[in-house]
């Protein structure tokens, strides 16, 4: 147990999504998982453990931005024994040519946060996806005939930039696709402590064209979406 989650040791399997929102978190458990337990009830950030295709996995949300994501991540691996963490979300487009509903496989996650920068001095540290994943969720969505792109990801701890999208202007010129609020955290902690991390966001809104999806528009992809990452968690 931790000051953020009551789980007994052994409550969580070895593979994990993390959905920022709670109630996310609860829908995948009951919608895709069988025989799902709660397991962490703590700030109603939930967690659950159950099965997918026979397999065990659990799901806890991970909350809104990269300290909020650290604490449970730094737990899961150090208290709980996780070694396959998958961030499943929603993202910003970055670049005209990724389309809303498109799944966007964060091959790479560029971040404005101190949590990342400040541990690195001067070296400029590249928070990465796992191959092994990144390789297993491309070949996946290819078969499931999912539209997605694999590519650069920022990870912003500004949701509302004050300057608009004037703000991120060089970064689609770099190749960055799109932008969320937890992946390079995520990326970082997997890398110091060896396990294995992916982010497969839902891309639900353009801020080049503003372009936005409806909200049963947005349930069926994250539908896919999640499908996608079950499938790939459970054959880590």
Same mark, same amino acid.
């Given at each position: 147990?931790?000051p953020?989650?009551?789980?007994?040791?052994?409550?969580?399997?070895?593979?994990?999504?993390?959905?920022?929102?709670?109630?996310?978190?609860?829908?995948?458990?009951e919608?895709?998982?069988?025989?799902?337990?709660?397991?962490?009830?703590?700030?109603?950030?939930?967690?659950?453990?159950?099965?997918?295709?026979?397999?065990?996995?659990?799901?806890?949300?991970?909350?809104?931005?990269?300290?909020?994501?650290?604490?449970?991540?730094h737990?899961?691996?150090?208290?709980?024994?996780?070694?396959?963490?998958?961030?499943?979300?929603?993202?910003?487009?970055?670049? &005209?040519? #990724? $389309?809303? =509903?498109?799944?966007?496989?964060?091959? *790479?996650?560029?971040? +404005?946060? &101190?949590i #990342? $920068?400040? =541990?690195?001095g001067?070296?400029?540290? *590249?928070?990465?996806? +796992?191959?092994?994943?990144?390789r297993?969720?491309?070949?996946?969505?290819?078969?499931?005939?999912?539209?997605?792109?694999?590519?650069?990801?920022?990870?912003?701890?500004?949701?509302?930039?004050?300057?608009?999208?004037?703000?991120?202007?060089?970064?689609?010129d770099?190749?960055?696709?799109?932008?969320?609020?937890?992946?390079?955290?995520?990326?970082?902690?997997?890398?110091?402590?060896?396990?294995?991390?992916?982010?497969?966001?839902?891309?639900?809104?353009?801020?080049?064209?503003?372009?936005?999806?409806?909200?049963?528009?947005?349930?069926?992809?994250?539908?896919?979406?999640?499908?996608?990452?079950?499938?790939?968690?459970?054959?880590?």
């Amino acid at each position: 147990m931790t000051p953020h989650n009551h789980a007994k040791e052994g409550d969580y399997a070895e593979a994990v999504l993390l959905p920022g929102d709670p109630l996310r978190a609860k829908w995948i458990a009951e919608t895709f998982f069988e025989n799902p337990k709660l397991v962490n009830s703590v700030r109603n950030c939930l967690g659950y453990t159950g099965t997918w295709k026979g397999k065990p996995v659990s799901v806890q949300a991970s909350g809104m931005g990269q300290p909020s994501l650290s604490i449970y991540v730094h737990e899961l691996i150090n208290v709980y024994g996780a070694k396959t963490l998958i961030r499943v979300g929603t993202c910003g487009g970055l670049n &005209a040519k #990724v $389309k809303v =509903r498109d799944v966007i496989l964060a091959q *790479a996650a560029s971040t +404005d946060s &101190a949590i #990342v $920068k400040g =541990r690195f001095g001067a070296f400029n540290f *590249a928070p990465i996806a +796992d191959f092994g994943l990144l390789r297993s969720a491309a070949d996946k969505a290819d078969a499931k005939g999912l539209k997605f792109h694999a590519g650069n990801m920022l990870s912003s701890d500004i949701f509302y930039h004050a300057d608009g999208f004037a703000g991120y202007d060089k970064l689609p010129d770099h190749g960055v696709i799109g932008v969320e609020m937890e992946a390079a955290a995520l990326y970082t902690l997997a890398a110091r402590f060896g396990v294995k991390a992916l982010t497969i966001c839902t891309m639900t809104d353009c801020l080049i064209t503003h372009e936005e999806i409806s909200a049963d528009a947005r349930q069926t992809s994250l539908k896919d979406m999640v499908e996608l990452a079950l499938d790939v968690a459970v054959e880590a």
